[in-house]
C-alpha cells in the first residue's frame, strides 16, 4: 500500500523556521519527482517546490524562493521541506505529493498544519 | 504565470444532473492540465491528466475535454459522492497554478 506520512508541522512565530518531513512508502521513492502543495484555510490549492529524481533539480514558486529549501533522501525514502522566514501568509496544511507535471501516478499524503502567529 | 480562471466558483446541482466546470488558460498550454477533485477534510485525487485522459480508477461519468486554451470537466450523471471541490492545474511551465476551485453542492 503506498503511503505518504507528512510530520514536522506546528504553531511557529513569524520569521523562524521548521522542517517538514515526509516518509514514503509502498512504492520506489527514488523513481518519482516530488513536490510540496499547500492549502491555506478555507482556501485552494497552491504549488510550493518540486524536486528531481536524485534532488540535483529543485523548483520553487517565488513566493517561498530563497526561504523554503525542498531536498530528498532516497535511502530513507524521505522528502523535506525546511522553512525559514516564516510569514503569517505561509500558514497552511503542507502536502507531500508526487510531482504531477512528471508523473501520472497520483500519490498524496495527508497533510500536515503550519501555523505562523505570534 | 500562467493564470487558470476557473468557473463557476460554485454550484449546486440534483443528482444525475450533467455537471460542467470549464478553466480556461491565459496562454497555450497544449494539453498539460488535469483536473483534482478534493473532498471536507481530504486530500485531493486526480480525475483527469492530460486534459482528457481518465486517471485510474476514476468513475467513466467523469470525461474532460479541451478546445484552444478553454478546458472542460464533465460529469454525466452527478452522483452523491461527487460532491466536493474541484480544481484544474496546469502543468506546462513552473510555476504550476492551480484554478480557484468549483464548490459542487448538491441541490
Known amino acids: 500500500e503506498v503511503q505518504l506520512a507528512e510530520s514536522g508541522g506546528g504553531l511557529v512565530q513569524p520569521g523562524r523556521s521548521l522542517k517538514l518531513s515526509c516518509a514514503a512508502s509502498g512504492f520506489t521513492f527514488s523513481d518519482y519527482y516530488m513536490a510540496w502543495v499547500r492549502q491555506a484555510p478555507t482556501k485552494g490549492l497552491e504549488w510550493v517546490a518540486s524536486?528531481?529524481?536524485?534532488?540535483?533539480?529543485?523548483y520553487y514558486r517565488d513566493s517561498v524562493k530563497g526561504r523554503f529549501t525542498i531536498s530528498r533522501d532516497n535511502a530513507k525514502s524521505s522528502l523535506y521541506l525546511q522553512m525559514d522566514s516564516l510569514r503569517s501568509e505561509d500558514t497552511a496544511t503542507y502536502y507531500c505529493t508526487t510531482d504531477p507535471g512528471i508523473t501520472m501516478k497520483d500519490y498524496w499524503g495527508q497533510g500536515v498544519m503550519v501555523t505562523v502567529s505570534s | 504565470d500562467i493564470q487558470l480562471t476557473q468557473s463557476p466558483a460554485s454550484l449546486s446541482a440534483s443528482p444525475d444532473e450533467i455537471v460542467t466546470i470549464t478553466c480556461q488558460a491565459s496562454q497555450d498550454i497544449g494539453s498539460s492540465l488535469l483536473w483534482y477533485q478534493q473532498k471536507p477534510g481530504k486530500s485531493p485525487q486526480l480525475l483527469i491528466y492530460s486534459a482528457t485522459i481518465l486517471a485510474d480508477g476514476v468513475p467513466s461519468r467523469f470525461s474532460g475535454s479541451r478546445s484552444g486554451t478553454q478546458y472542460s470537466l464533465k460529469i454525466s450523471r452527478l452522483q452523491v459522492e461527487d460532491i466536493g471541490t474541484y480544481y484544474c492545474?496546469?502543468?506546462?511551465?513552473?510555476?504550476?497554478?492551480f484554478g480557484a476551485g468549483t464548490k459542487l453542492e448538491l441541490k
Open positions: 492545474l496546469q502543468v506546462s511551465s513552473s510555476p504550476y497554478t
Open positions: 524536486i528531481s529524481y536524485d534532488g540535483g533539480s529543485t
